[in-house]
């Protein structure tokens, strides 16, 4: 009835007016937002030739940031996946105190600037932080090394799994798991037999949009590496170190393997996102 | 006694979902615990399952205390209300999951899941997933599901609330035909009184977290031993002062005592040939009338008491503001402490004249 009400409020072409200038608004803010920054990019990189392009991205610091910057996010994505799982159970399947504390700390890092996260694990783990003396002792170097690399990524990027579950573990309650312990099954069994599967897409999802953020972090990663070249420069380190040296086109050439890399995580998100759908 | 509950109580926060519940089960009986939402009947269905656990008192499954015992090793097959079917295995894995778990041969899986698919009606549907049955199937898919183990014990939570009434009262017969045909011990939970009534052997009557009344339905129905059970099981009359009424005067009224009339107890009379003992009846006003499909319904004024009653489609047709005779055979009455049946006085007299 509600639905019937507004069709004969709004009349037609006062509807149809409305819907195509949303749609023209919405497409050339997406033009002027995205498609023109990623043409420009694309065409930056390749403003010397193909050839410079190539040598731009294969240059051994390009390399080694590349290495770098994956080797970081295989790390924190499967951390944060088994952080995220772990911590959307307890929430959705036990009654504790401070529950909605717990929920409220997992949005932390969203809330939080990158650039303070990267600053919290310097004053934690750097010089003069209650954990100096025994990280001298052991001769691990957490800030300005790999360590603090992975911590502030880690950080920055750990709600994504959780906030993606914890809602469908809400909704679907507890029954199934309960129905599962009611036959015998072990704590383990359930897990993979139950709840996996039927948090699987949401799962994906959580991970395809935690691993595109660990590798475009820059605040956090910017304030713990140090810049050291070939060692602590992450991809998005490098574009800048690059732009700073006025090599504009190497520069933009190493935008564009991120670029690329986000499109592809895009593709994968929509057709996971398209799975799920078909599958409910 | 296969089941037994001693002095079991339960607290969630400031919420006594039980208050020293007790409670002996017969072996091989379908048990109803019936009782009004918020009463604690689920609670002590999953403290039975160990899905709960009691904060006091001990549960007792065939002369073992299962208190420290896990939900999976007690031998208890659990309907859930929303029947909690693995949505993403299909009917034969749903049904197959209790056998895999406890490590059946490939083979015995499969002629126990054969034969529960063909025992629930669903033959030729092993392959389906939840998502493609109806309501009723579903609900035998976990009924099939709960019993695949070989459970001692079968407990159901409001196993038929989420289906249409239609299918309801056919899956309800089945259930009954199908339990009793196993002979397992079984217990289910409903706010249904009808359901109660027509399905269970013995009912147990809860409220506020404790048990009312345990007993068969025709006894809770003519024998209600608390003011509670007195008005919730059937349909009722309530009356403030019941000692108004002919037949039922009595010399000292006892303040504070009230009384509930069934429909079922009032005879309502067109004149004096209809009824076997007029003097006993009191005369009333018809005030409203409602046909009801296999009776009529007849609300009559007495006094300052409108009482409702029914008369058969047979019976000659009254009319509103007509004057008729209603001969009230017995009341429950209650007060704070007990709930009695009371008969009559004059209708019994006369009959032992008439004898």
Redesign the interface.
């Known amino acids: 009835m509600k639905y019937k009400l507004g069709k004969t409020l709004i009349n037609k072409s006062e509807n149809k007016f409305i819907k195509y200038g949303l749609i023209i608004i919405s497409v050339l803010f997406l033009i002027l937002m995205l498609i023109i920054p990623l043409i420009s990019i694309i065409s930056e990189a390749l403003s010397k030739g193909f050839n410079a392009y190539v040598k731009a991205i294969s240059e051994g610091y390009t390399i080694k940031a590349m290495n770098l910057t994956f080797i970081t996010t295989i790390i924190v994505t499967v951390m944060n996946t088994l952080f995220g799982v772990c911590v959307a159970w307890t929430i959705t399947k036990y009654k504790f105190k401070g529950k909605n504390l717990l929920g409220a700390l997992i949005d932390l890092p969203f809330a939080i600037s990158p650039v303070i996260a990267g600053l919290i694990f310097v004053l934690t783990f750097g010089r003069g932080s209650m954990f100096e003396g025994i990280l001298k002792q052991t001769d691990i170097r957490v800030v300005f090394a790999i360590p603090g690399i992975i911590l502030a990524t880690l950080f920055v990027t750990f709600p994504f799994v959780a906030r993606e579950i914890i809602p469908l573990m809400n909704a679907q309650g507890t ?2 798991e ?8 072990s704590g383990f ?1 359930i897990f993979r ?2 709840t996996l ?2 948090i699987k897409w949401g799962l994906i999802y959580g991970v395809v949009l935690c691993s595109a953020r660990a590798m475009g972090e820059f605040g956090a990663v910017s304030v713990v590496s140090g810049h050291i070249r070939g060692k602590t420069n992450t991809l998005p380190l490098h574009v800048e170190i690059l732009y700073n040296e006025y090599q504009f086109s190497a520069a933009f050439a190493v935008a564009s393997i991120l670029v690329i890399i986000a499109i592809i995580i895009l593709i994968i998100r929509n057709i996971v996102e398209w799975k799920s759908k078909k599958e409910v | 006694m296969y089941v037994e509950l001693k002095n079991i109580s339960k607290k969630f926060g400031d919420f006594k979902a039980s208050d020293n519940v007790n409670f002996k089960i017969e072996q091989g009986k379908l048990i109803g615990l019936l009782g009004p939402s918020g009463s604690g009947k689920t609670t002590i269905l999953r403290m039975i ?1 160990g ?1 709960e656990t009691p904060d006091e008192g001990d549960i007792i499954i065939n002369g073992v205390k299962v208190n420290d015992i ?4 007690r031998g ?3 309907v ?1 209300q ?1 029947y ?5 295995m299909t009917v034969y894995d749903n049904i197959a ?2 056998l895999v ?2 490590k059946a041969k490939k083979e015995d899986i499969h002629k126990k899941v054969t034969e529960l698919i063909e025992l629930i009606g669903l033959k030729g549907l092993g392959k389906r997933y939840p998502s493609q049955l109806s309501g009723g199937q579903r609900q035998r898919v976990a009924f099939a ?2 019993l695949a ?1 070989n459970p001692q014990l079968l407990l159901l939570d409001e196993p038929f609330a989420a289906i249409d009434a239609k299918v309801r009262k056919e899956l309800r017969r089945w259930l009954k035909e199908t339990i009793a045909k196993l002979g397992i011990t079984s217990i289910f939970v409903t706010h249904d009184q009808e359901e109660a009534v027509e399905v269970a052997d013995e009912i147990i009557i809860t409220n506020k977290g404790q048990i009312e009344q345990k007993g068969s339905p025709i006894e809770i129905y003519k024998n209600p031993k608390t003011p509670f059970v007195a008005q919730f099981i059937g349909e009722s009359n309530l009356i403030d002062d019941y000692t108004k009424l002919k037949g039922f005067e009595v010399d000292e009224k006892k303040k504070e005592t009230k009384a509930i009339l069934r429909p079922e107890f009032i005879e309502i009379a067109k004149n004096s040939k209809e009824i076997l003992t007029p003097l006993a009846a009191e005369k009333g006003i018809v005030k409203d009338i409602a046909f009801r499909g296999n009776n009529i319904q007849i609300d009559v004024q007495i006094g300052d008491e409108v009482l409702n009653g029914y008369r058969s489609l047979e019976q000659e047709p009254l009319k509103i503001g007509e004057e008729v005779l209603v001969l009230i055979h017995k009341v429950y009455t209650f007060n704070d402490k007990k709930a009695e049946v009371l008969e009559n006085k004059i209708k019994t007299q006369e009959i032992s004249v008439y004898i």
Request: aromatic fraction near 10%.
């Open positions: 029954d199934e309960e129905a599962a312990a009611m036959m015998g099954a069994r037999k139950i599967p039927n | 399952a899905l896990e939900p999976g090793k208890i097959g659990f859930f929303n909690a079917l693995f949505r993403h999951f209790g778990v406890q599901r709960a183990p």
